[in-house]
């Protein structure tokens, strides 16, 4: 049912999956070790607590979502997502609880937090309320103005509002039925591609993938849709021979497809060679390495606006 909370089953089953990835990625990149386990704390409570958090999402009827996607509109700016503070704050609570837990700085970070909430100057519960995926200076401002790391913060907040988001992101769409989608940013809540997905025909000469299916990943709200594979979601060329990709023999289930035309990069993994459901955040921290290399041919991630 379109919406409703994950079950007891499906529950356990993304809990295995996420185990099973971590440790077959643990045991190919060892150095991501300390992120990824820390990580994993964040995303098992994520999943185990996906049922209890509380959303009211605007009712979307299946022709009023594929007309809105046929005009290029994401959901979110047509209808409204139905937070509720209350459990925002009651996972934000616990969330801090975890990253109390993680390392020095970000228990120093946790501390300024609760001291600021103490003494009434910060209000998480309705700031938690008006984080989008296009404010992200909404974060800096806060981090700033409480003198703590940005990066904390922002992976805080996302800790906490993942869940909501990934609730409302399913009731709005459910399933993969986004054919009128072809953008390069989230349909449901409007936030910037993490990662992209491949399935189908192993990539053959010039990187020419005819019947491939590819899907692009939003983190902000987990959502996921199909595009075409051989178009930039960027600037949409589809030029012969703008689509082009990075890999190595080494990790065969990773790759950095991008455009000749803009050089806006996505890091994308071969989901036939992944077991269970593709996890984007984990996928996309644990490939950091990417990032680098894709730096040094002087490309630009495709979520970077300007
Ligand atoms: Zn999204
Ligand atoms: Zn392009």
């Known amino acids: 049912m379109s919406g ?42 994520q999943i185990e607590r996906a049922a209890e958090v509380c959303v009211r999402p605007e009712p979307v009827e299946p022709e009023q979502a594929r007309q809105s996607l046929r005009e290029g509109v994401p959901l979110i700016e047509r209808y409204d997502p139905g937070l509720d503070v209350e459990s925002l704050r009651s996972l934000w609570t616990e969330m801090k609880g975890l990253f109390r837990r993680g390392n020095d700085v ?13 003494g009434g100057r910060f209000d998480a519960g309705l700031w938690l309320l008006e984080q989008r995926p296009w404010r992200p200076e909404s974060v800096a401002q806060v981090a700033a103005g409480l003198g703590i790391g940005h990066e904390a913060l922002a992976a805080l907040a996302w800790a906490t509002t993942y869940p909501h988001w990934q609730r409302i992101a399913r009731s709005w769409l459910p399933g993969d039925r986004l054919g009128e989608w072809q953008r390069g940013r989230c349909p449901a809540c409007a936030g910037p591609v993490k990662l992209a997905e491949l399935h189908g025909d192993p990539p053959g000469e010039g990187g020419v993938t005819g019947g491939a299916r590819m899907y692009l990943h939003c983190a902000f709200c987990g959502a996921r ?19 082009k990709y990075y890999f190595t023999t080494a990790e065969p289930e990773l790759r950095i497809d991008f455009c000749g035309s803009c050089r806006r990069y996505l890091k994308t993994v071969d989901g036939d060679r992944i077991e269970g459901p593709v996890h984007a955040y984990l996928e996309w921290l644990a490939s950091a390495h990417l990032d680098t290399l894709a730096e040094e041919k002087d490309l630009v991630p495709l979520e970077c606006k300007a």
């Open 4 to 45: 409703s909370p994950p079950s007891d089953r499906t529950v356990g089953s993304a809990l295995q999956s996420l185990e099973r990835r971590a440790g077959a990625i643990l045991r190919a990149r060892p150095a991501y070790k300390e992120p990824v386990e820390f990580y994993l704390t964040v995303f098992r409570r």
């Open 106 to 118: 970000l228990r120093s970070v946790v501390q300024r937090l609760d001291e600021a909430e103490h």
């Open 225 to 243: 849709w199909t595009v075409p594979p051989m178009q930039c979601p960027h600037c949409s060329s589809r030029r012969a021979g703008d689509a």
